[in-house]
Nanobody
């Protein structure tokens, strides 16, 4: 399963960006999709995750500012990021989990997209 991300870039503090991630390839079932990020010198951390039933989970630092959504029919997940802060600067990675066949699970990662918040 391949994940293609888009939407990263440079934005001023207080600004907004929208990331998207599309999954492709053989999938028997696509379960959760989400976003993680990794800043220089730090561990990768959860940003937001959404299940196929639209249950969401957010990292504490982004609650109230970021919104995750998905279009199941398009195997696509979005991350709307508002009120961006310097500390949101990181490489953002898309993640998808599910099954390639009824017996073969997958846990795939995108290549990452850079988000830089700077004035």
């Amino acid at each position: 399963v391949q994940l293609v991300e888009s939407g990263g870039g440079l934005v001023q503090p207080g600004g907004s960006l929208r990331l998207s991630c599309a999954a492709s390839g053989t999938m028997f079932r696509l379960n959760g999709m989400g976003w993680y990020r990794q800043a220089p010198g730090k561990q990768r951390e959860l940003v937001a995750f959404i299940t196929s039933a639209a249950t969401t989970n957010y990292g504490d630092s982004v609650k109230g500012r970021f919104t995750i959504s998905r279009i199941n029919a398009q195997d696509t997940v979005y991350l709307q990021m508002n009120s961006l802060k310097h500390e949101d600067t990181a490489v953002y990675y898309c993640n998808a989990q599910g099954y390639k066949t009824s017996m073969e699970p997958f846990d795939s990662w995108g290549q990452g997209t850079q988000v830089t918040v700077s004035s």
